[in-house]
T-cell receptor
């Protein structure tokens, strides 16, 4: 069974700080990596996706991928209370796959 | 532009009853998916349809059937509901190439007594 592991948290950070969310995956053949944000009682919302090693930035969000270490992370700069949510990491099942495996999520709490 | 629309939003069933969950997308996506989300288990894929006319099993297909009615619509049927199928069900769609982002509907909260 291909696995995606996330620390369940909760991760608490003060407002304005950088929140760092981490994810490891088991399948070396995985090629696409996604971060979703899910507010309590709501559906997952796509925040970032990354396909290549290195960093990808979008506003306050940066996704980082290290395929050699099978590690993907999400940094949230200038964290706001509205960023408080559960963050889901999702990874494909290899080249040509339509399926994603999701981690169980990390709950982030931004303290005002 | 509604995106992915699921109906109903809430439903309560008795054990043994049948039900169909509906999903429609207006993004001209080729691929559609059904997930369930349970506390402590995360999102798990039930079935998916890579393109119109095809369906494939995901991680947890037992007790479910699907129909890809046309490019826009993908339904999930519970033939004989069981309490273990109490969950939140999400439909998602993607453009239709492998390894693409998926976009989710608002979900259906289903309770089976």
């Amino acid at each position: 069974q291909k696995e995606v592991e996330q620390n369940s948290g909760p991760l608490s950070v003060p407002e304005g700080a950088i929140a760092s969310l981490n994810c490891t995956y088991s399948d070396r053949g995985s090629q696409s990596f996604f971060w979703y944000r899910q507010y309590s009682g709501k559906s997952p919302e796509l925040i970032m996706f990354i396909y290549s090693n290195g960093d990808k930035e979008d506003g306050r969000f940066t996704a980082q991928l290290n395929k050699a270490s099978q590690y993907v992370s999400l940094l949230i700069r200038d964290s706001q209370p509205s960023d408080s949510a559960t963050y889901l990491c999702a990874v494909d099942l290899g080249a040509g796959s339509y399926q994603l495996t999701f981690g169980k999520g990390t709950k982030l709490s931004v303290i005002p | 532009n509604a995106g992915v629309t699921q109906t109903p939003k809430f439903q309560v069933l008795k054990t043994g009853q049948s039900m169909t969950l509906q999903c429609a997308q207006d993004m001209n996506h080729n691929s559609m998916y059904w997930y369930r989300q349970d506390p402590g288990m995360g999102l798990r894929l039930i079935y998916y349809s890579a393109s119109e006319g095809t369906t494939d099993k995901g991680e947890v297909p037992n007790g479910y059937n699907v129909s890809r009615l046309n490019k826009r619509e993908f339904s999930l049927r519970l033939e004989s509901a069981a309490p273990s199928q109490t969950s939140v069900y999400f439909c998602a769609s993607s453009e239709g190439q492998p390894n693409q982002p998926q976009h989710f509907g608002d979900g259906t909260r289903l309770s089976i007594l």
